[in-house]
């Protein structure tokens, strides 16, 4: 089992920045990716950035979407996965989650199978 917890959500206006934290706990070892996802009312789960942690060469995955605004990083220290948001627009709006895979694939957003509750980001015009 994997637990994580998101946390850092919040209100901004258009072109601001928020950074959103996953702490991770469990059975950490079993994790290959950390990926974060959202979903807007209405709309279907996207999958927006992944991050290879099980390796010392993480590497990252990106949606078109995001890619040049959003950016994922790992705190080993505190078994974390940031998600750095910059020049938000209200399209971002969504509530955001965070979800571990075992699988290598940090990009295969079908392989995530462990869940935060998600944190609610709003951005306004």
């Known amino acids: 089992q994997v637990q994580l917890a998101e946390s850092g959500g919040g209100s901004v206006q258009a072109g601001g920045s928020l950074t959103l934290s996953c702490e991770v706990t469990?059975?950490?070892?079993?994790?290959?990716?950390i990926g974060w996802f959202r979903q807007a009312p209405g709309r279907k789960r996207e999958g927006v950035a992944g991050?290879?942690?099980?390796?010392?060469?993480?590497?990252?995955y990106y949606s078109r979407s995001v890619e040049n605004r959003f950016a994922i990083s790992l705190n080993k220290d505190q078994n974390a996965v940031s998600l750095r948001m910059d020049r938000l627009k209200p399209e971002d709006t969504a509530t955001y989650y965070c979800?571990?895979?075992?699988?290598?694939?940090?990009?295969?957003?079908?392989?995530?199978?462990?869940w935060g509750q998600g944190t609610q980001v709003t951005v306004s015009a």
């Open positions: 979800a571990s895979s075992p699988e290598a694939g940090c990009g295969a957003w079908e392989n995530y199978n462990y």
């Open positions: 469990g059975v950490i070892y079993s994790v290959y990716c």
């Open positions: 991050l290879f942690v099980a390796g010392n060469y993480p590497y990252t």
